[in-house]
């Protein structure tokens, strides 16, 4: 049914990339692929590609990169005359020229149930806020951020220890589940989407790096242990320890947490019965792992049987 239909893909990330690959793998045609510019990613500084340029070459389709839709690239579009523009997790905001291109429009495929976690980061709020249940939106994009009526919505429940890996993999899942029959639909004009409620709306914003530090004179243990679900493939949850010429930055994953309170300092580090625990404000943190900076990562036993003072240390 999309034998004839060509589409533009346009997305960045690992979540994108898997729902190009179920795209080629269906053998929908891609006529093109645009994703943002290459960029130098760790220590050295190596140019590393996106996860969905990544895909698209090994698919021998053609990759277009801008670090913004000029009308350089409008034209490109204009001259592809695509069907569909379907785009995901892309992070550069589509113009209005660009939205009236396609024959059926700009589809997205959003990583939230849409009103609810509009924006940059739907998977990584729903495990800091706490979410029980989130889900995918494909929605018809207009001028507004994740704002377009929707076509079709798949629920997902969330686990209470799930960390972002494993919330991810359930999207990608959800989202090649519907996207396809919803792009026959609107061929078939068998479907039209429906405008977004104004209830119950948010947005949600760019992960930054210091979003990973615990404050812990104003997070408990299951904030906490929510941001390190949501941040535990970058920036990662951290603090500082303090040292005898400046402080040093201490990542942590962590087994669990609980309400239980104990007679300690809040940010300190104690033994209980052979388990490594955190106090916070309210309920302290099972700590899993432990890099301190410039280190490698050790489990929390070999962490302290080569560094035995840092029991009842207090955390900045």
Not at 38 to 52: A, L, Q, T, W
Not at 86 to 92: D, E, F, P, R, T
Not at 204 to 226: C, L, P, S, V, Y
Request: aromatic content about 8%; overall charge positive; charged content about 25%.
């Amino acid at each position: 049914m999309l034998e004839n239909i060509k589409i533009v893909f346009m997305g960045t990330p690992h979540f994108a990339s898997e729902i190009l690959k179920n795209l080629i793998k269906n053998e929908i045609s891609i006529n093109c692929v645009f994703t943002q510019p290459d960029r130098p990613n760790g220590r050295d500084g190596k140019i590393s590609f996106s996860e969905v340029k990544k895909t698209a070459l090994n698919s021998s389709l053609e990759v277009l990169q801008y670090q913004k839709l000029t009308s350089e690239a409008i034209q490109v579009l204009v001259e592809k005359k695509p069907d569909f523009i379907i785009v995901a997790a892309y992070g550069i905001i589509l113009p209005k020229e660009v939205l009236d291109i396609p024959t059926f429009g700009c589809i997205n495929v959003h990583a939230s149930l849409l009103p609810s976690l509009r924006g940059a980061s739907p998977i990584h709020n729903a495990l800091k806020l706490g979410f029980t249940k989130t889900g995918v939106s494909v929605m018809k994009m207009d001028k507004g951020v994740d704002t377009g009526a929707v076509f079709a919505k798949e629920t997902v429940l969330i686990d209470r220890n799930e960390k972002y890996p494993e919330l991810e993999t359930k999207l990608i899942l959800a989202s090649n589940k519907i996207l396809i029959p919803t792009l026959i639909k609107i061929v078939q004009k068998k479907i039209s989407p429906e405008a977004q409620s104004p209830d119950h709306v948010s947005e949600t914003k760019m992960i930054k790096k210091n979003d990973g530090r615990i404050n812990w004179k104003r997070q408990n243990a299951k904030e906490i242990f929510n941001i390190f679900r949501a941040f535990y493939i970058w920036p990662k949850t951290y603090a500082f320890l303090k040292g005898k010429k400046s402080d040093k930055k201490i990542t942590f994953t962590f087994k669990n947490h609980s309400n239980k309170d104990y007679p300690k300092e809040v940010g300190q580090v104690f033994l209980v019965e052979k388990t490594l625990l955190i106090q916070t404000i309210s309920g302290t943190l099972c700590v899993d792992t432990i890099q301190l900076e410039g280190k490698n990562e050790l489990s929390f036993t070999d962490f302290i049987n080569g560094k035995p003072d840092f029991i009842e240390t207090i955390l900045k």
